[in-house]
DNA sequence: GTCTATAATGAGATAGAC
DNA sequence: GTCTATCTCATTATAGAC
C-alpha cells in the first residue's frame, strides 16, 4: 500500500472530481484514504493547501510537457511551426495523461471543475500554472496566423480551451441517453478530432457587418 | 423594492456567481437580501429548491427563445435551416439575455459554474432544461449536415457549447493581465465570431489517420 | 508519523411569536 | 409573510497520547 501521503492524493483526486471540491469533506477524504482527519493536517496543512497539492500533481506535468512540445516546434526549424502542429503541441498532453492515468474521466473532471469553481486563491493556482504556458502558444499562434491580431488570436485560442475542457469534462456520462458521448474512444482518433475542428475554428472568416 | 422573494433569487443569482454554489450559505444569501434565514425556507423550501428556482429563472426564457427561433426556422421554407442559422440561433438568445440583465457576466459565470459544479440532483436539472433544446437542435443540424453521422454532429454540437460556454463564463475577468478577455464588446461581433468559429469547426474535414 | 478525542465554528432547517 | 431564537448536525482544525 502507498504511503498516507499519497492515499490522501489519490482519494482526494477522486472525490474532488465525483462531487466537487467544496462538497468534499476531508472526513470523507480520509474515510476513503484508511487515514484519519489529522493526517490531512500534519501533511497538507489546510484544505486548500490539499486542493492546491491535488491540483498541481496532476497539472504540473501536463504543462510541462506542452512547454516541452512547444519548445521542439519553436527549435526544430527556421520556419514557425504550424496551426495544426501547436494545437496537437497543447492538446495531446492533456489528452494522453487522462487516459494513462488509472482515474480516467475521472481526472479529467476534476480538472474542469476547478477552471470554473474556483473563486479567489484556487482561482489564482490556476492562473499560475497556466500563465507561462498560455503565454508560449499565443506567442507562437501569432506567428503561425500572422493574418490574424493579438486580440483574435488570443480568443480563438480559448474558445479552443473552451472546447477541450467541454470535451474532457463529458467523459463519464456516457451510460445518459440524454447526453451522447462526446469523444471518440481511440485517444489518436480524439486528439485528431478537436485538432481538426479548432483549427478551422481559428481559420474561419468572420463576416464584416451582420446583413 | 421588490418583494422578499425576488430579492432572495437576486441575492443568491450574485453570490453563487461570484463564489460557487456550494460555497454561498444561505446566510449569506438572505444577508445580502436584507431577510433572513427563515424566508429562505418558507419561499422555497430547501435551499436545493433556491438554486432550481434561481437557474429555471435565467434559463427557461434563454431556452424558449432557442426553441422558437428554431421552429421558425424550421416553418420558413422547404429548405432545411442551414448550419450558420442554428448556431445563431442557439446561441444568440444566451448572449443577448447575458447582455440585457443588470446582472451580465454574473449570470453566465453562474450557468457555467452550474454545469459542472452540479453532482446528483443539480446536474438532473440542468439535464432536464436541456434535454428538449438538445434534441431539437441535433435533429435540426442533422439535416443541414447529412455528410456528418449523427454521433459526429452530436460531437461538434457539444464543442460548440463548450465554446460558448468558456466564452460567456470568461467574462469579467478583463481587468487580469494574464487573461486576456475574450468576447468583443459589441454583442453582435461576439454572435459573429462565435458563429463563425464553430461553423468552420462544424464543417472540418478530420484526416483519416494520423501519419 | 499516526491516531483518538475534542474544540470551535458554521451550516441548513425549524418552532413559534407577531 | 416575516422574524428571532434555537436545534441539530457536519465541518475544519487542533491538542496531546503513542
Known amino acids: 500500500m502507498a504511503d498516507t501521503?499519497?492515499?490522501?492524493?489519490?482519494s482526494a483526486e477522486v472525490l474532488f472530481a465525483e462531487r466537487g471540491v467544496e462538497a468534499t469533506s476531508l472526513r470523507a477524504?480520509?474515510?476513503n484514504a484508511e487515514s484519519?482527519?489529522?493526517a490531512v493536517h500534519y501533511h497538507f496543512g489546510s484544505k486548500e493547501a490539499l486542493i492546491a497539492a491535488v491540483v498541481g500533481r496532476r497539472l504540473r506535468p501536463v504543462n510541462e510537457e506542452r512547454l516541452r512540445e512547444l519548445k521542439k516546434l519553436n527549435e526544430k526549424s527556421s520556419k514557425p511551426?504550424?496551426?495544426?502542429?501547436?494545437?496537437?503541441?497543447?492538446?495531446?498532453?492533456a489528452i494522453s495523461t487522462l487516459d494513462n492515468s488509472e482515474q480516467g474521466s475521472l481526472l479529467a473532471k476534476m480538472m474542469s471543475r476547478l477552471f470554473w469553481e474556483s473563486g479567489g486563491e484556487t482561482r489564482q493556482l490556476i492562473v499560475e500554472q497556466f500563465s507561462e504556458v498560455w503565454e508560449g502558444f499565443i506567442r507562437a499562434l501569432r506567428k503561425a496566423l500572422p493574418e490574424l491580431s493579438t486580440r483574435q488570436v488570443i480568443s480563438r485560442f480559448h474558445f479552443g480551451i473552451g472546447v477541450l475542457i467541454h470535451a474532457l469534462s463529458q467523459r463519464g456520462y456516457e451510460e445518459d441517453p440524454k447526453m451522447p458521448s462526446i469523444l471518440e474512444k481511440d485517444p489518436e482518433r480524439q486528439l485528431a478530432v478537436l485538432v481538426a475542428f479548432v483549427a478551422a475554428g481559428?481559420?474561419?472568416?468572420?463576416?464584416?457587418?451582420?446583413k
Open 5 to 10: 501521503k499519497t492515499r490522501i492524493l489519490d
Open 29 to 31: 477524504v480520509t474515510t
Open 36 to 38: 484519519n482527519l489529522a
Open 81 to 93: 511551426a504550424s496551426l495544426e502542429e501547436l494545437l496537437e503541441a497543447y492538446f495531446k498532453p
Open 202 to 210: 481559428f481559420r474561419a472568416q468572420v463576416p464584416e457587418r451582420k
